[in-house]
C-alpha cells in the first residue's frame, strides 16, 4: 500500500487545493503509467495507490480522495465490488481494458460515476474526465457507453402481473369462507370437518349459515354466489 501526504497547488488563480486521487490497479506497470498522467497536471495529486481489491478499500478509507481511478480484475476483490463499497466516500472512475456491457453496468449499479477503457481515449483526456468525475459528472468513454446501450437493450423488461382480486366476503365470517372455498373445492362435509378438527355437525351448521347468508338452497347455488363474487 503506498500513501501520500497530500499538498497544495498554485495555480493563476491563486493556491488551490488539488484534487485527489488514488490508484488501485494489480499492473504495477500500468500504475506507474497513471501516476505519470495525474501528476503531470497541476490541478490533480496522486495520494495513494492499491494492488489489490482489499487494499484499494484500506487505501481509500485512509485517505479520502476525491477521485478512485479503479481497475475491474483485480486479486482478492474485483472493481466492481470495490465501488460498491467506496463510492460512499469517494468518486469512482472506472479504468480498465473490461468493457463487456455486463460489467460496464454493473459498475455503474455499484456508484461508478465514470468508466474509461484503456487505449479508447487520450492521455490528455484523463485530466478532464478526473475533474468532471469530481465535480459531480457522470461520464462514459465511447466503448464503454456503447456497451452500457447494449446492456439496457437487452434487458427483458418483467411481464406486468394482474392484481388478484379481492373477493368480497359475502357478509361471511372468516371461517364460514374458509368452508366456503372447500365446498367450491368439491370437498364434502366429513372432508370439511377432517381439515378444521371440528365435528361433521359444527361443520353442517357453518353450511346452514352460509346458505341463509348467501341466499341459497344448495351447494351448487352457494359456490355460483361464491364464485360469482371472484
Not at 42 to 71: K, M, N, Q, S, Y
Amino acid at each position: 500500500m503506498t500513501v501520500v501526504d497530500d499538498t497544495t497547488a498554485t495555480t493563476r488563480e491563486g493556491p488551490r487545493r488539488p484534487v485527489t486521487v488514488v490508484i488501485a490497479d494489480d499492473n504495477a506497470v500500468i500504475r506507474m503509467g497513471l501516476r505519470s498522467l495525474v501528476e503531470s497536471s497541476p490541478r490533480l495529486r496522486v495520494v495513494g495507490e492499491a494492488a489489490d481489491g482489499d487494499e484499494a478499500v484500506r487505501v481509500v478509507r485512509a485517505t479520502l480522495p476525491d477521485v478512485v481511478l479503479l481497475d475491474v480484475r483485480m486479486p482478492r476483490r474485483d472493481g466492481v465490488q470495490v465501488a460498491a463499497e467506496v463510492h460512499c466516500w469517494s468518486k469512482v472512475l472506472m479504468l480498465t481494458y473490461a468493457h463487456s456491457p455486463e460489467v460496464v453496468r454493473a459498475a455503474v449499479e455499484a456508484g461508478a460515476s465514470g468508466y474509461l477503457v484503456h487505449g479508447q481515449f487520450a492521455s490528455h483526456e484523463l485530466e478532464g474526465t478526473v475533474l468532471a468525475v469530481a465535480d459531480g459528472a457522470f461520464l462514459l468513454s465511447s466503448p464503454a457507453a456503447a456497451a452500457l446501450r447494449e446492456s439496457w437493450a437487452t434487458v427483458v423488461p418483467e411481464p406486468e402481473v394482474a392484481p388478484v382480486p379481492v373477493r368480497p366476503d359475502l357478509g361471511l365470517s372468516a371461517r364460514q369462507q374458509e368452508v366456503m372455498d372447500h365446498i367450491a373445492a368439491g370437498r364434502t362435509n366429513g372432508e370439511i370437518a377432517a381439515t378444521f378438527y371440528l365435528s361433521e355437525k359444527t361443520v353442517k351448521n357453518h353450511v346452514n349459515h352460509i346458505f341463509a347468508r348467501l341466499g341459497v338452497r344448495s351447494r351448487a347455488e352457494a359456490v355460483s354466489v361464491w364464485l360469482g363474487g371472484s
